[in-house]
């Protein structure tokens, strides 16, 4: 009885720490979304993990020193946005910036547009030892989008793990 009750208590626990946990994660989606939709760069910059943060410095990086070929062998994705920043930024811009400003300029500037997101939901949330995984569902269709959102004092959700699959798209 007494291993059935610490058993029984560990599977509820569990089940309810997961259960807290996809909520938390939902609630750092939404707020990114709402952030994008408003229109508020500073806010959707807070939400974005340090992986996404990187990723948009490294483009900044290349936007601003990067040859024909290193731009040419990047995704179709990342190419779009290193000649969107190489367009709509000077290069004093660029310098001044790093990837959470620029992130905060895309969306204060209709880069990443306030309607992008309206139809996008969290489906399946799974949580791993390292960082929990959301797939992307669009509409009422199911994606093979998948995000990922680290718990850093804050859920922040990181979106390079959809780059890949995005640049298929494209294409």
Same mark, same amino acid.
């Given at each position: ?12 626990? /569990? @089940?309810?720490?997961? !259960?807290?946990?996809?909520? $938390?994660?939902? &609630? ?6 709402? *952030?994008? +939709? ?44 290193? /000649? @969107?920043?190489?367009? !709509?930024?000077?290069?004093? $811009?660029?310098? &001044? ?6 992130? *905060?300029? +895309? ?34 269709m199911e994606t093979p989008l998948k995000i990922h959102f680290y718990d850093q004092g804050g859920w922040r ?13 494209l294409k």
């Amino acid at each position: 009885m007494k291993y059935f009750l610490i058993i029984t208590f560990t599977v509820i626990s /569990i @089940s309810a720490f997961g !259960q807290s946990e996809s909520g $938390d994660v939902s &609630q750092c989606f939404e707020q990114f979304k709402k *952030a994008v +939709a408003e229109g508020n760069g500073k806010e959707a910059s807070e939400i974005v993990a340090p992986e996404t943060i990187e990723h948009y410095q490294s483009l900044l990086n290349l936007a601003l020193e990067g040859d024909s070929i290193e731009v040419a062998s990047l995704r179709l994705i990342d190419k779009l946005v290193v /000649i @969107s920043m190489r367009n !709509q930024l000077s290069k004093e $811009d660029i310098l &001044q910036m790093d990837g959470k400003n620029f992130i *905060a300029y +895309a969306v204060d500037h209709g880069m990443l547009s306030k309607n992008s997101l309206i139809n996008f939901q969290l489906g399946e949330i799974r949580v791993t030892d390292e960082f929990t995984i959301a797939q992307i569902i669009v509409g009422e269709m199911e994606t093979p989008l998948k995000i990922h959102f680290y718990d850093q004092g804050g859920w922040r959700l990181d979106i390079t793990p959809v780059l890949p699959e995005m640049s298929t798209s494209l294409k």
